[in-house]
């Protein structure tokens, strides 16, 4: 069986942002230093329904309280784009230390997509009144996996 060269995903008709973009502006958010992350990261980019999303955070033991709850809550379109970050390390344990939470439904221009972001010790979010956010201790937490689970061959 030959290794896939590439694969054409169709988004939903409202969804606006494609993974080239996504992957641009996440890197540039990271590069800002706003996330005040280590030089040396993985980032897992995705896209999933935030009824998904909100399924796995509800059901994560390890998941911070305060992220836990912000995440249960906070308003979203039906799709968004997420970036997991972590170390190699935490990486290798299926775990991320940041995340990153995009509006699919963003235009390609629009300044500010994101619906939430955290690093180790803050949650800046989206809410109705405009921006919000919350210091607390973050610990790494499981990757979102849901359908990304890897397949083994032997």
């Not at 169709?10 to 942002?17: I, S």
Request: one cysteine or more.
């Amino acid at each position: 069986m030959a290794d896939l060269d590439f694969v054409i995903i169709p988004l939903y008709e409202k969804m606006y942002l494609n993974a080239n973009i996504v992957h641009t502006r996440v890197r540039g958010l990271i590069d800002s230093g706003i996330l005040e992350l280590s030089d040396s990261l993985i980032v897992r980019t995705y896209l999933t329904s935030i009824r998904s999303l909100k399924r796995e955070a509800a059901a994560n033991k390890s998941m911070n309280s305060e992220l836990q709850d912000i995440l249960l809550k906070i308003e979203a379109p039906q799709f968004v784009w997420c970036a997991d970050i972590a170390t190699p390390e935490q990486y290798q344990a299926l775990q991320t230390s940041a995340r990153i939470i995009i509006d699919s439904t963003a235009g390609t221009y629009e300044r500010d997509p994101w619906l939430l972001w955290h690093n180790r010790k803050t949650i800046a979010y989206r809410e109705k009144n405009g921006a919000a956010s919350v210091k607390t201790d973050i610990s790494p937490y499981p990757l979102y996996r849901n359908n990304l689970k890897e397949i083994y061959r032997k």
